[in-house]
């Protein structure tokens, strides 16, 4: 395969990040002069959780190869499924309190790992597929990685300089489309399965 082409598919691959990357950059709140530091620090680490995942999931997926490709093909839709609609429907109650606190703003392990585990499911099964096409898995991967990183970081800025002037509407907004992005990802799994 080549790097054109592991290119485009890196760049599919990072889109779902993308998405929930401008869906948190939503509920951040915009950067002063004394806080550009802490913008930049927080883009980065979604765009490290983001790609480190995306990065990892497909060596997972190369290591086990054929022998559960059934398996985590027939699964993998159903927990992007509820993994973003769990996470799209506390977006959108938080959204609802009246003292709305930025908790769907936290970077830390908790509200970040499930988004990072939801957002790489694709690339792990893609990993699979990369065992069976004897792709440079450590090249597919560093790609993968490297260009869901610089959209993470793209997406934060995005969805923080557009969602400042309506936050609880925009941070609801940002819970339907996550739930919107699991149910597309379950409907085409069902669809291209029956």
């Given at each position: 395969?080549?790097?054109?082409?592991?290119?485009?598919?890196?760049?599919?691959?990072?889109?779902?990040?993308?998405?929930?990357?401008?869906?948190?950059?939503?509920?951040?709140?915009?950067?002063?002069?004394n806080s550009k530091f802490v913008a930049i620090?927080?883009?980065v680490i979604v765009g490290l959780y983001f790609g480190g995942f995306q990065?990892?999931?497909p060596v997972v997926g190369y290591l086990l190869g054929a022998q559960f490709a059934g398996f985590v093909s027939d699964f993998a839709s159903w927990i992007a499924f509820a993994l973003l609609g769990i996470i799209g429907g506390k977006m959108i109650f938080e959204s609802r309190k009246k003292n709305n606190d930025h908790h769907s703003a936290s970077l830390g392990p908790k509200a970040m790992l499930p988004l990072a585990l939801a957002t790489s499911i694709d690339a792990l099964a893609t990993g699979v597929g990369f065992a069976f096409l004897g792709v440079n898995i450590v090249l597919a991967a560093g790609l993968i990685g490297i260009i869901t990183l610089a959209m993470s970081i793209a997406g934060i800025k995005i969805g923080n300089v557009f969602g400042l002037k309506f936050k609880s509407k925009a941070e609801f907004i940002g819970g339907v489309v996550l739930?919107?992005?699991?149910?597309?990802i379950l409907v085409e799994h069902l669809a291209f399965s029956a």
């Amino acid at each position: 395969m080549r790097l054109f082409e592991l290119g485009i598919i890196a760049l599919g691959l990072s889109m779902d990040a993308f998405a929930v990357a401008v869906c948190k950059g939503l509920s951040m709140p915009k950067p002063t002069a004394n806080s550009k530091f802490v913008a930049i620090k927080s883009a980065v680490i979604v765009g490290l959780y983001f790609g480190g995942f995306q990065a990892a999931m497909p060596v997972v997926g190369y290591l086990l190869g054929a022998q559960f490709a059934g398996f985590v093909s027939d699964f993998a839709s159903w927990i992007a499924f509820a993994l973003l609609g769990i996470i799209g429907g506390k977006m959108i109650f938080e959204s609802r309190k009246k003292n709305n606190d930025h908790h769907s703003a936290s970077l830390g392990p908790k509200a970040m790992l499930p988004l990072a585990l939801a957002t790489s499911i694709d690339a792990l099964a893609t990993g699979v597929g990369f065992a069976f096409l004897g792709v440079n898995i450590v090249l597919a991967a560093g790609l993968i990685g490297i260009i869901t990183l610089a959209m993470s970081i793209a997406g934060i800025k995005i969805g923080n300089v557009f969602g400042l002037k309506f936050k609880s509407k925009a941070e609801f907004i940002g819970g339907v489309v996550l739930i919107l992005m699991g149910l597309k990802i379950l409907v085409e799994h069902l669809a291209f399965s029956a």
